[in-house]
């Protein structure tokens, strides 16, 4: 297992359905918002990507220093969930453009990424089982895998 993770393989799903989303989305107007006043959807959306962004830039720099000491991280954005990049991005980046651009085909880029995540997280997770094995464990029992705050 390298640092990349499933990361390159839920990089290209993403961007692929995020472009079909807006080639497709402006030709259907009727899929935008109507929940909320532009501006406050423009707001959460902001806020998303700031969340989103802390996620992941907070765990590169974790990954960056820490990944080659073979110490298990559980720190940082890690404390929230087991896999804060991922998490960044299906979580709080996508819908958040999605909420700031008004383009609800956006959310969809979440839902293929979570969808291939789901699918390509086992050989992941079963390299840090054998690789800390009791401590992994329990810290999955501890720690969301992708969807912060939700028990």
Request: charged share 15%.
């Amino acid at each position: 297992m390298d640092i990349w993770g499933i990361g390159p393989r839920l990089a290209i799903s993403g961007v692929l359905s995020f472009i079909a989303a807006l080639i497709i989305g402006p030709e259907l107007e009727h899929f935008g918002y109507c929940f909320a006043p532009r501006s406050i959807a423009s707001a959460m959306g902001i806020a998303l990507v700031i969340v989103g962004f802390y996620f992941w830039l907070d765990s590169v720099r974790l990954m960056a220093t820490r990944f080659k000491s073979g110490i298990l991280i559980t720190e940082g954005a890690y404390r929230l969930v087991r896999n804060p990049m991922y998490t960044g991005f299906i979580v709080f980046i996508v819908p958040g453009l999605s909420l700031i651009l008004n383009n609800s085909l956006i959310i969809l880029s979440s839902i293929v990424m979570l969808l291939v995540f789901k699918m390509s997280i086992y050989k992941e997770e079963q390299y840090l089982k054998q690789q800390f094995g009791v401590a992994y464990h329990d810290y999955m029992s501890k720690v969301k895998q992708i969807i912060p705050f939700i028990w």
